[in-house]
């Protein structure tokens, strides 16, 4: 699965390179290397820099907004 914005994909790179600290830090994901490798290496281009948050709206029709 790859990452949804440039911001998830930069957190999985950190936390798949800083195991250690990511647990120490409270920030731990609950994924294996091999998952978090695959939010890593998903390609920046074209990608939002950050989701927001979903509305009331877009939470009724499923979508993000």
């Known amino acids: ?3 949804t914005s440039k911001a998830q994909g930069r957190f999985f790179r950190w936390a ?3 195991p250690g600290q990511a ?5 731990a ?6 998952q978090m490798h695959d939010f890593a290496v998903t390609p920046e281009k074209g ?3 950050k989701v ?7 939470r ?4 993000n907004g």
Do not use: F
């Not at 927001?52 to 877009?58: E, I, Q, R």
């Open 29 to 34: 994901t609950g994924m294996s290397t091999e």
């Open 23 to 27: 647990k120490a830090e409270g920030k």
């Open 47 to 49: 990608l939002p820099e």
């Open 52 to 58: 927001g948050a979903l509305t009331k709206t877009a």
């Open 16 to 18: 798949e390179h800083n």
């Open 1 to 3: 699965m790859p990452a």
């Open 60 to 63: 009724k029709r499923g979508m």
